[in-house]
């Protein structure tokens, strides 16, 4: 009698694997009993026995503020999840994100890889999801140097007339705030880092950069794509049934490949002509045919070339996206907060206006970056933006490449770590309760103890710290002390607003009124902009 033959085909092959696989990531889960096991950080138990983790708490609807409750129900600073065999750290305070991300920084700044956006599609040449090592060095290298506080000064100009542009802009159509805030944003970026004029058309090259930053904010966060979850999937044929792990990935690098090399390309021939403006590119590459650049710590083997194409990449999303979100946000909370607006407003005009008679004065030109030092609520109305509601609260995760500890608690090698940032911006340092919209909480003046300061979790941390982050404060401050001196803002009554779930949390476009202040800030505006 013949032997019994079995056949699979594709739908069953791929069941098979994949069950197969969740089996051998549950009886990892629950057999791994060492001392190191025990002494993992709390956390809440995983779905059906631990079989799929906690990915659907990680990836539900502000999963930041579930990750704080975590924290409190544990009475731990560190939450341990599970996602189909990997662990997850999630830090809740800035403490234990201090000691790792700064005083353990050597074992705490490398990136997980993300198969997809990462591997696949190429994300992870840029500064922002690179592996760390010696090219990733160099990009951070490059970086500190072109957008340093005083290096950034030949950039200030630069700000100021892309926020006088988009002011103009405002005054002619209103009701277009969120497109002409998107372009102003962009443009910033794409002129510092590429050295384009500031009215230079958007469809040139800031489509194929914005469709980029929707592809990595869709693309990279929990469970994304199930190759993520089972890398071994990216070696299924093309032709595989309900594959399309290669379709994704070839259109994502399609579009990465066209948003970096198009700009650089250009760039790269003006300078080789001797004809390319200022810009972090064209600095860049002034550096590598000049011969002063050079590998971080004596390395060898880097391409500072690639460095500086890949880092430059990297900016739009870290600095047009975010600066976007913040400001976006300022304006709706302006708008719910109209006695907050007329504070500002009121420190504006005393700092910046001209008396045209004993009884009022009136403002006849835009706040400057020279101008922060004497506008001390605006300033502090700035950083209650970047902490009311973070625009990346999850932060950017690392991954830990060696075993370590933490106040008792056993960090395995490999572990994902979230910096919670929703959770660091919650502090009751001032008396200042957390969940009210009040700037005040960081004027030195104005209490016995200001809250922490914001900028030391917005841009990130240590190592990995975002080297734009003057650049990107100064656009943020421009924007809104632009806005207030321009307009009096508010909300129609009945408007909904939804927020862009994601990498990045900030409103959906939403209905506001602006209305120009004065004739004489019109024409201010209208100077500012040379229109």
């Known amino acids: 009698m013949p032997a019994p033959t079995f056949s699979l085909n594709g739908t069953d092959a791929l069941v098979l694997v994949l069950s197969s696989s969740l089996i051998g990531c549950w009886w990892l889960d629950r057999h791994w009993h060492s001392r190191e096991r025990r002494a993992l950080p709390p956390g809440p138990p995983g779905k059906f026995g631990g079989l799929l983790g906690n990915l659907g708490e990680m990836a539900g609807f502000e999963p930041w503020k579930r990750l704080a409750k975590w924290g409190q129900v544990y009475g731990s600073d560190l939450v341990y999840l599970r996602s189909f065999g990997t662990g997850v750290l999630v830090i809740n305070s800035s403490s234990a994100v201090t000691e790792l991300f ?72 209103p009701d277009e705030f969120a497109k002409a805030l998107h372009l102003a944003s962009g443009r910033i970026i794409q002129s510092v880092t590429y050295g384009f004029a500031v009215n230079t058309p958007s469809e040139l090259y800031l489509h194929d950069m914005e469709k980029t930053m929707e592809m990595v904010t869709e693309y990279v966060r929990p469970g994304a794509f199930l190759v993520d979850i089972f890398p071994f ?56 045919y000049e011969g002063e650049q050079k590998g971080p710590e004596g390395e060898r083997g880097v391409d500072v070339e690639y460095c500086v194409k890949w880092s430059a990449n990297t900016m739009y999303g870290a600095g047009s996206e975010t600066t976007y979100g913040t400001v976006i946000e300022a304006l709706y909370l302006l708008a719910l907060h109209p006695e907050i607006q007329a504070r500002a407003y009121a420190e504006i005009e005393a700092a910046l206006g001209s008396s045209t008679s004993d009884q009022f004065t009136v403002l006849e030109r835009l706040p400057s970056i020279a101008d922060r030092p004497a506008l001390p609520y605006v300033n502090a109305l700035v950083k209650e933006v970047y902490r009311y509601n973070p625009v990346v609260p999850m932060g950017l995760p690392r991954r830990s490449e060696k075993d370590g500890w933490l106040g008792g608690k056993f960090i395995p090698k490999d572990t994902l770590i979230i910096p919670n940032v929703w959770a660091l911006s919650r502090d009751r340092v001032s008396g200042i309760p957390p969940e009210q919209f009040e700037p005040a909480r960081f004027l030195e003046d104005h ?20 080297p734009g982050r003057f650049l990107g404060d100064n656009s943020v401050f421009l924007f809104i002390s632009g806005l207030i001196a321009t307009f009096e803002i508010s909300m129609p009554e009945g408007t909904d607003i939804s927020f862009v779930p994601g990498l990045v949390s900030y409103p959906q476009p939403f209905k506001v009124n602006l209305v120009p202040r004065s004739e004489q800030i019109i024409t201010a505006v209208k100077t500012a902009a040379m229109v």
């Open 102 to 173: 700064e005083k353990q920084s050597s074992f705490y700044s490398d990136r997980p890889t993300f198969t997809m956006a990462g591997e696949l599609i190429g994300l992870d040449q840029g500064l922002g999801f690179a592996h760390y090592g010696p090219h990733w060095r160099m990009m951070r290298k490059l970086a500190q140097r072109a957008l340093g506080t005083e290096a950034i000064k030949k950039y200030h100009g630069v700000q100021e007339d892309v926020i006088a542009l988009f002011l103009h802009s405002l005054v002619e159509q």
């Open 233 to 288: 999937l990216k070696h299924l044929p093309a032709w595989f049934p309900f594959n399309t792990i290669h379709k994704t990935a070839a259109a994502g690098r399609e579009l990465l490949l066209r948003s970096s090399d198009r700009p650089f390309g250009h760039v790269k021939q003006l300078v080789k002509e001797g004809r390319a403006p200022p810009s972090y590119v064209a600095d860049g590459l002034a550096g590598i």
């Open 447 to 466: 209490l016995p103890r200001p809250a922490v300061d914001p900028l030391t979790y917005t841009f990130g941390f240590g190592r990995r710290i975002c």
